[in-house]
């Protein structure tokens, strides 16, 4: 249980704790490229509904976790989770155990509300032919829709 514990990076480095930092540095390499390994394997494989509603969180003590935003989807991951631990395991990490998955609703707000800054979309202008039959109609509508006419074609 000690070595789960939070350690600032220079007492990492300290060789009371590693026999020497390069054997530190392979280790966190290692593990970051089995968790590109898997991120990238699991953007192959998962269907497409899924595969921009997870994050690959960690893998550790042969389990393998990851966290998506609702329970929703969750329940998906739940329902391709034998699949994908089989694959997992002939192709990437045969030690692995089992898959955890996680509800982290910070994920959502962290990664698509960004997403739909990004991504908002153009008001598109009307032709001037469209605007003017818009406004004949409205010209003779009710009072109510010729408002609401009018605010559309701002």
Same mark, same amino acid.
């Given at each position: 249980? =000690?070595?789960?514990?939070?350690?600032?990076?220079?007492?990492?480095?300290?060789?009371?704790?590693?026999?020497?930092?390069?054997?530190?540095?392979?280790? @966190?390499?290692?593990?970051?490229?089995?968790? @590109?390994?898997?991120?990238?394997?699991?953007? #192959?494989?998962?269907?497409?509904?899924?595969?921009?509603?997870?994050?690959? =969180?960690?893998? #550790?003590?042969? @389990?393998?976790?990851?966290?998506?935003?609702?329970?929703?989807?969750?329940? =998906?991951?739940?329902?391709?989770?034998?699949?994908?631990?089989?694959?997992?395991?002939?192709?990437?990490?045969?030690?692995?155990?089992?898959?955890?998955?996680?509800?982290?609703?910070?994920?959502?707000?962290?990664?698509?509300?960004?997403?739909?800054?990004?991504?908002?979309?153009?008001?598109?202008?009307?032709?001037?032919?469209?605007?003017?039959?818009?406004?004949?109609?409205?010209?003779?509508?009710?009072?109510?829709?010729?408002? @609401?006419?009018?605010?559309?074609?701002?």
């Amino acid at each position: 249980m =000690r070595n789960n514990k939070l350690l600032l990076i220079n007492k990492i480095f300290k060789k009371k704790y590693y026999s020497s930092s390069k054997d530190i540095l392979y280790k @966190i390499y290692t593990h970051a490229d089995i968790l @590109i390994k898997i991120n990238n394997f699991l953007k #192959k494989y998962l269907p497409i509904h899924l595969r921009k509603w997870y994050n690959v =969180r960690n893998f #550790k003590n042969n @389990i393998l976790i990851i966290e998506t935003y609702n329970a929703g989807s969750m329940i =998906r991951f739940l329902s391709e989770k034998s699949n994908l631990l089989c694959y997992l395991k002939k192709h990437i990490i045969p030690s692995l155990k089992e898959i955890d998955i996680k509800i982290n609703p910070v994920f959502f707000k962290k990664t698509f509300v960004n997403n739909i800054n990004k991504y908002k979309l153009k008001k598109k202008i009307l032709s001037k032919y469209s605007t003017d039959l818009l406004l004949n109609i409205a010209e003779q509508s009710p009072k109510k829709l010729k408002h @609401i006419i009018k605010n559309f074609i701002k």
